[in-house]
């Protein structure tokens, strides 16, 4: 391929702008990194905003050398800086505008005016009505746009809109306001000019530089979102957990020391003693019934989906909902549990002519029963689950080899065994992998069987490592050391998971 | 092309409603309350300008968030528009998303905490001392209950009450004992509000009432608690112990007062006429299966709705006399609020007579302050009948909720929470409870 001359292409007029813009957010960088304002994060906090700001500044400084040097790589890291810078300071500058807060707010409105979307649905409907059989009916269309369009304006009109132009206006033109929504603007159009179409034939872009913007651009919301919502977080609890954090003033940075408590705290070892004692009878009970299960429902009976569908039903409820039906169905005074006990105990008492006395657990407030209720409650909710699992890795199981296996005489059971059983181990390391870690990660159940103010159980008994975690964040202030409570488990689980990976990898299937 | 126009300015529209619905104002509703307009012409020494402020409390049910509702839109504060934010209860924990909107600096101006947080939030500098602002609008201290005000006037330097005012009780609570008089009657047991009124209502009459009841049979139980602080500190206090030291810097759980407490409730429940411990003793109590139910007055809402015949009583009196506990939170004012003195404004008008009585009237809580006028409108909100179990149980001499200046109340609560569980369900002998729980404790207390 060969490269542009790019001496014989004239300046386009936004070109000197762009570059002085790009300069600009150099010099922004620089001065924020020397300045340091606003970073009130110390210790491991400040460092990493430090190191994070930094870096940007190195990528806003190529983009403007090569974006001055008329490279492609220069539309590239301008547009992705651009972009980021634009994201970033939109955002910041929306949660001082009060957009985050106002959204609840909005959300009530909404709540409260939800009939008026009515127009807007009865235009969708025109629309669609216009397009039927087959044959576009424009005017009709028109006029089915042209209500919904109406009923959006209504709708916003009805919420307020207008009353709310003039408090915004008033605040975005406040000082402190007006730069920072200048600079998110800015970035926006210079985003949107480092992808224009000029953009890329002042930079001679070429089909797969093209190809590989536009890949940029796709996963680009991905990827922020990744970001912002989850690696940002998730780092920023990595810093926190080296320092002491009530969450109300700035942590103070302490090493390692959450990490060497952690060592010694007989609660939070209390509390990993208890998952892991869950997951190793948890997760068999789960998976072994889910096994026979699917291979129950794997028949072409009538009515099969619907005992399909019967037994998914536990996964998709929802698990707060769930866990208080259980919790009333485990009340050992008036819950069903111990009724149907009782009762049958009595049935059988009068039958045979015995006199058991019919066992009532405590199945929440015992401490040597509680854990088991937690039990019966994650194996009912997964089983379902991992049954759908199983029951589609047995129907991709070649149906050639039960027949040769009938020809040679095998039984159900030989059948099962020396068939379904090893073609299975990819869908069963699947399932096992997903159920250890969801179980490592209990909190819910047991936290709504016990009260918020005594959710660790009878003696401890249900305490799990994302119950201690919440103790000590927002019971105790203690973030920085429910941050590292947090990453211990973190750790655990990819430790366990990275054991059982290896293992099953050296059996072969994860190959294959 | 036009949809995309179109799309862009709906999104454009939305983002002004939402940034706006934080700085519009909308015209206050009438006033509705003396009080409150009492407060908002005196409150303010500055030039009042029209801002908008955001409140928060915690209701303890649907119901009460609606009260909360209805008080704000019709608070009628001049120049202050008020949004009201109802904090989910405890159950759907109002204590992280308020601590989470703390740590990112979106919390609202006005919150309520509980009576246990006021020194973690005064310590961590996250409300403001209000003493200027109350000063200057004719507050008095003495409106209100003195427990709660010990607390919300303790100078955290040296862990006394002085000059400081760090928010005002919202409302108070005790404890009483909820009882099923059908089953009183089925079971032909002395009725618990005869023998109070007879000045018989002692620990070993109330535990003859429970095992007469519970001797009906099935699944009948005489007796009922909840497994937390609060039911299982009100036999302690009514033993004469306590939590605490008396400068409230010490664990106070090796005393043989305290031991005597515990010895009680957990004969009580060996005996088996209770709910076993631990267990929802509230489900059972709505079904008509338990006799008796000990809860404060923010049970009532949830109790009014049962079918059979039902009234309050007193606690039991132990060997130290009807010992209780006096619950409390407060509206507190967000140190960072950029407008303190409407704040303090709102803050008094919530805790304004009438207002307390408009809450007062769903059953739920007590008013905070201690005037006659709030507590004659208390005593008219029935049922139950004997509201005045609740009032009794203020004024008899009860011991005050509150935070430990000198220690951490959530480490303490996670020590002898199971502790004194253990005691009780007979996993723990008394003795080396009293052994060694102070031991256990001290961490809560910097040692």
Redesign the interface.
């Known amino acids: 391929m060969s490269t542009p001359d790019r001496s014989t292409h004239r300046p386009p007029r936004w070109f000197a702008p762009l570059v002085v813009w790009r300069g600009l957010v150099v010099v922004g960088l620089g001065l924020l990194l020397l300045l340091r304002p606003g970073l009130e994060l110390e210790g491991a906090g400040g460092a990493a905003a430090l190191v994070a700001n930094a870096l940007f500044a190195g990528l806003a400084g190529a983009a403007a050398w090569f974006t001055y040097r008329r490279r492609h790589r220069g539309r590239l890291l301008g547009f992705a800086t651009d972009l980021v810078l634009a994201v970033t300071v939109g955002g910041l500058t929306?949660n001082r505008?009060?957009?985050?807060?106002?959204?609840?707010?909005?959300g009530a409105?909404f709540n409260q005016r939800i009939l008026w979307i009515a127009p807007i649905l009865v235009g969708m409907g025109i629309s669609a009505w216009a397009e039927r059989g087959g044959e576009s009916r424009p005017a009709v269309k028109r006029v089915g746009?042209m209500v919904s369009?109406a009923g959006?304006a209504a709708l916003?009109l009805a919420?307020?809109?207008l009353?709310?132009?003039p408090?915004?206006v008033?605040?975005i033109i406040e000082p402190v306001n007006l730069p920072w929504v200048i600079v998110a603007l800015a970035a926006a159009l210079a985003a949107r000019l480092g992808r224009s179409d000029a953009s890329a034939e002042f930079f001679a872009t070429d089909q797969r530089q093209a190809e590989h913007l536009d890949g940029l651009v796709f996963i680009a919301p991905n990827v922020i979102g990744f970001l912002v919502f989850f690696a940002g977080p998730l780092l920023f609890s990595l810093a926190i957990s080296f320092t002491e954090w009530?969450?109300?003033?700035p942590p103070t940075f302490t090493g390692l020391d959450n990490y060497a408590d952690l060592l010694s705290d007989a609660?939070f070892l209390r509390s990993l003693r208890n998952i892991l004692v869950f997951c190793l009878v948890a997760v068999p009970l789960t998976v072994g019934p889910a096994v026979l299960l699917a291979a129950l429902l794997n028949s072409k009976l009538p009515g099969i989906r619907v005992f399909r569908a019967v037994y998914f039903l536990p996964s998709i409820a929802g698990v707060v909902g769930v866990t208080l039906i259980w919790?009333?169905l485990f009340?050992?005074?008036?819950g069903f549990l111990n009724y149907t006990i009782l009762e049958v105990t009595g049935f059988v008492n009068s039958v045979a002519g015995t006199a058991i006395t019919a066992p009532q657990p405590?199945w929440?407030?015992?401490?040597n029963v509680a854990m088991i209720s937690v039990g019966i409650l994650f194996v009912w909710q997964r089983i379902g689950f991992d049954t759908v699992l199983f029951l589609a890795g047995m129907q991709g199981i070649d149906g050639s080899l039960y027949e040769a296996a009938d020809i040679d005489g095998a039984n159900g059971w030989a059948r099962f065994r020396r068939i379904t059983v090893p073609l299975l181990k990819p869908t069963t390391f699947f399932v096992v992998i997903t159920d250890i870690i969801l179980a490592l990660q209990m909190f819910n159940e047991p936290f709504i069987l016990q009260?918020?103010?005594?959710a660790?159980g009878?003696?401890?008994s249900t305490l799990t490592p994302v119950i201690y975690l919440y103790?000590q964040a927002?019971?105790?202030?203690q973030?920085g050391y429910g941050s590292a409570v947090a990453w211990a488990l973190f750790v655990l689980i990819f430790g366990i998971t990275l054991v059982y990976f290896r293992r099953q990898g050296e059996e072969g299937f994860l190959k294959a | 092309m036009t949809k995309r126009w179109t799309l862009l300015l709906v999104a454009l529209a939305m983002t002004l409603a939402a940034c706006g619905s934080t700085t519009e104002t909308t015209e206050p509703a009438a006033a509705t309350t003396t009080e409150a307009t009492t407060a908002t012409t005196t409150a303010s020494t500055e030039p009042m300008e029209d801002v908008t402020l955001r409140w928060m409390t915690r209701p303890d049910n649907p119901e009460e968030a609606a009260v909360y509702g209805s008080i704000s839109d019709g608070l009628g504060l001049e120049g202050i528009t008020l949004e009201y934010e109802p904090g989910d209860n405890e159950g759907s924990s109002y204590q992280d998303k308020l601590l989470t909107a703390l740590s990112a600096g979106t919390a609202p101006d006005v919150f309520w905490i509980p009576g246990t947080d006021v020194a973690r939030f005064v310590q961590e500098g996250a409300i403001l001392d209000l003493r200027e602002y109350a000063a200057a609008t004719g507050h008095s201290d003495a409106d209100f209950y003195p427990g709660p005000m010990g607390h919300l006037t303790t100078d955290p330097a040296t862990g006394q009450p002085g000059d400081k005012l760090w928010g005002l009780p919202r409302d108070v609570s005790t404890f009483g004992i909820y009882v099923n008089l059908d089953l009183v009657a089925e079971a032909g047991v002395d009725n618990p509000l005869e023998l109070e009124a007879a000045g018989e209502w002692t620990w070993d009459k109330f535990k003859e009432v429970s095992e007469g009841i519970a001797a009906i049979g099935g699944e009948v139980k005489g007796y009922g608690q909840s497994n937390w602080w609060g039911p299982n500190g009100a036999w302690i206090n009514a033993a004469g112990g306590n939590f605490f030291t008396a400068d409230r810097t010490g664990c106070g759980l090796d005393t043989p007062e305290v031991a005597a407490g515990l010895t009680f409730v957990s004969d009580l429940y060996a005996g088996g006429s209770t709910v076993p411990f631990g267990e929802d003793p509230e489900t059972p109590f709505r079904a008509g299966t338990v006799g008796m139910f000990q809860n404060g007055r923010w049970a009532t809402p949830g109790i009014r709705t049962v079918e059979f015949n039902w009234d309050v009583v007193g606690l039991p009196e132990g060997p130290a006399g009807p010992g209780n506990w006096l619950f409390w939170g407060a509206y507190v004012v967000n140190a960072n609020t950029e407008h303190p003195a409407e704040a303090w404004e709102l803050v008094a008008a919530l805790t304004s007579t009438d207002v307390q009585a408009q809450v007062s009237a769903l059953g739920a809580n007590i008013p905070s302050r201690v005037s006659q006028d709030a507590l004659d409108a208390f005593l008219g909100f029935t049922p139950p009948s004997n509201n005045q179990a609740f009032l009794n149980g203020l004024a008899n001499n009860p011991t005050t909720e509150g935070p430990l200046w000198a220690g951490s109340w959530p480490e303490f609560d996670s020590v002898q929470g199971p502790a004194v569980q253990a005691v009780i369900t007979g996993e723990r002998t008394i003795e080396d409870f009293t052994a060694n729980i102070c031991t256990e404790a001290a961490g809560a207390f910097g040692s």
């Open positions: 929306l505008l009060g957009f985050f807060v106002g959204l609840d707010s909005v409105r746009w369009l959006t916003l919420m307020g809109i009353g709310a132009i408090g915004v008033g605040r009530s969450g109300l003033r609660v919790k009333q009340n050992a005074t008036v405590l929440i407030s015992s401490a009260a918020p103010s005594t660790a009878p003696g401890n103790q927002f019971q105790q202030f973030i």
